[in-house]
């Protein structure tokens, strides 16, 4: 199993900056809930293409995307608290995908680049779950998502091999590097 991710310094300064700032707030809400959408959506294409229905791939596949699309439902709320229309906008992660998904050839390579993605997430809403001066409804969301994005990035893992992991390593590292989140 892998360590638990450690918030950087990065992430810190980060949600420090997002949190005081109203507008900053709001728009990376959207990101996150089109985030959520866009995975479900990801995760399902993966398994239509790589998981024979009735494995328990297909099944760990079908668990998570649903829990993105719940994490969805949740985040939308937290727009709708704010008196914002949940829309999908703009895709910046685009630019992250377009490094991690051509290197995807079957179900193990697959499930290592989602295993990366998650456990790059991971580092930020840790950040948001510790945080007892955040906004008390985000933290709360952020603390239920925190749970199923962890179990994601453990199962993801799982179906991945250690080969698959190291080589869509340097892939995984371009992408985020092109997010501007360097390690
Ligand atoms: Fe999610
Ligand atoms: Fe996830």
């Known amino acids: 199993m892998a360590a638990k991710p450690k918030p950087s310094r990065d992430s810190l300064r980060w949600w420090e900056e997002t949190r005081s700032d109203s507008e900053h ?3 990376w809400l959207l990101d996150q809930y ?3 959408v866009t ?4 995760i399902e294409h993966l398994r ?3 998981a024979r229905p009735g494995s328990r791939a297909h099944r760990v596949l079908t ?3 649903g829990q993105e699309r719940r994490h969805a439902d949740w985040v939308a709320g937290l727009l709708i608290a704010r008196g914002l229309e949940p829309e999908v906008r703009g895709e910046p992660e685009a630019r992250y995908w377009a490094r991690t998904l051509p290197g995807i050839a079957d179900l193990e390579t697959g499930c290592a680049v ?3 993605a998650e ?3 991971l580092e930020r809403i840790e950040v948001i779950a510790a945080d007892t001066s955040a906004p008390p409804d985000i933290r709360d969301v952020f603390i239920r998502i925190l749970v199923e994005e962890r179990f994601h990035e453990r199962a993801f893992r799982a179906l991945a091999t250690q080969e698959s992991l190291e080589r869509t390593r340097e892939a995984h590292a371009l992408g985020r590097e092109v997010l501007g989140l360097v390690p």
């Open 25 to 27: 707030l709001v728009d």
């Open 34 to 36: 089109r985030g959520e």
């Open 39 to 42: 995975a479900a959506g990801r």
């Open 48 to 50: 239509d293409a790589y």
């Open 63 to 65: 668990v998570i995307a």
């Open 114 to 116: 989602g295993a990366h």
């Open 119 to 121: 456990r790059m997430r």
